[in-house]
């Protein structure tokens, strides 16, 4: 068997998607998922899916049943991150709800009690986030997405991040505890 990989989903949120993407694109031994809402944000943002298949692997939101999700019991995985990760995402995974991919990837991965880190849209009463076409604009998360966010952040094998640094210090410890 290989050695165990890391799963990333992108949901439908733009929140410093480009930034992620970066990020994402320097790692090695990384699959993509991608919510339906992620890639017609990707599409928004100028994204071409081909671009990101020709780096890694990538499956799409297509099954009713998430197929993918049982390389988690497979031991194919040893790392799951959710980034960027919108409100009604985060929300579904606090209440339990896996009726999509990435919902799924989220509840199969903390089953399986693999680690998950996961990047909300919503971290902060006010903010700035970039729109399509690179455009800086501020959003005011209300406060039951923000109640779900601090709710997310006490469950067990889950690590909420705040902004893309800590994304990419929340995953360069991981990888580094793995080796």
């Known amino acids: 068997m290989k050695p165990p990989r890391l799963a990333w989903a992108i949901t439908g ?6 930034e992620c993407l970066e990020f994402m694109f320097s790692l090695d031994n990384i699959d993509c998922y991608l919510s339906q809402a992620g890639e017609e ?3 928004m943002y100028g994204v071409n899916i081909n671009d990101i298949k020709a780096k890694m692997p990538v499956y799409r939101d297509k099954a009713a049943s998430a197929p993918p999700v049982g390389l988690f019991y497979k ?3 040893h790392t799951f ?8 995402t985060v ?5 339990g709800i896996a009726d999509s991919l990435a919902t799924n990837l989220y509840s199969q991965a903390g089953k399986c009690r693999i680690e998950s880190i996961v990047y909300p849209c919503d971290i902060a009463p006010e903010m700035e ?9 501020m959003v005011y998360p209300r406060p039951i997405d923000l109640e779900a966010t601090d709710k997310m952040r006490s469950f067990p094998y889950t690590q909420v991040v705040e902004s893309v640094d800590d994304l990419k210090t929340a995953v360069i410890r991981r990888l580094a505890s793995l080796s």
Do not use: D, F, R
């Not at 949120?13 to 480009?18: A, D, K, P, Q």
């Not at 991150?81 to 009604?88: D, E, I, L």
């Not at 929300?91 to 209440?95: D, G, I, M, Q, R």
């Open 13 to 18: 949120s733009g929140h410093y998607i480009e």
């Open 41 to 43: 944000v990707l599409k």
């Open 75 to 77: 031991g194919y995985y």
């Open 81 to 88: 991150v959710m980034a960027p990760t919108t409100s009604n």
């Open 91 to 95: 929300a579904k995974c606090v209440l």
């Open 129 to 137: 986030t970039t729109a399509p076409g690179n455009k800086k604009v």
